[in-house]
Nanobody, 125 residues
Framework: QVQLVESGGGLVRPGGSLRLSCVASERTFTIYNMGWFRQAPGKEREFVAAISWSGGSTYYTDSVEGRFTISRDDANKMLSLQMDSLKPEDTAVYYC??????????????????WGQGTQVTVSS
């Protein structure tokens, strides 16, 4: 069972950047498709981005396409999310997640059995 620990959240002004990281405990990190989700106060957890086990495929929700970049470093068992041109509506707790059953990338939170504890991102002037 993989354990995930996020870091890198914080307070940033609109238009600024943050880089989130997620470190996995599992040596077989390379078998997992990985995703980032976020949850704002009073809202459901929503999909942000995903990357395949090989790193060859990525997918983003429309609202972050072109501003966020998901990547993985298998040697260090690390998942990253580079967030640029941040907006107040990006404010949320961000979670990394892992799954290994899907043949294609999935945006459904129900398909991810493994989750980190979350890291807060606040975009405000």
């Amino acid at each position: 069972q993989v354990q995930l620990v996020e870091s890198g959240g914080g307070l940033v002004r609109p238009g600024g950047s943050l880089r989130l990281s997620c470190v996995a405990s599992e040596r077989t990190f390379t078998i997992y498709n990985m995703g980032w989700f976020r949850q704002a106060p009073g809202k459901e957890r929503e999909f942000v981005a995903a990357i395949s086990w090989s790193g060859g495929s990525t997918y983003y929700t429309d609202s972050v396409e072109g501003r966020f970049t998901i990547s993985r470093d298998d040697a260090n068992k690390m998942l990253s999310l580079q967030m640029d041109s941040l907006k107040p509506e990006d404010t949320a707790v961000y979670y990394c997640a892992a799954e290994f059953r899907s043949m294609t990338l999935t945006t459904r939170k129900e398909d991810y059995p493994y989750w980190g504890q979350g890291t807060q991102v606040t975009v405000s002037s």
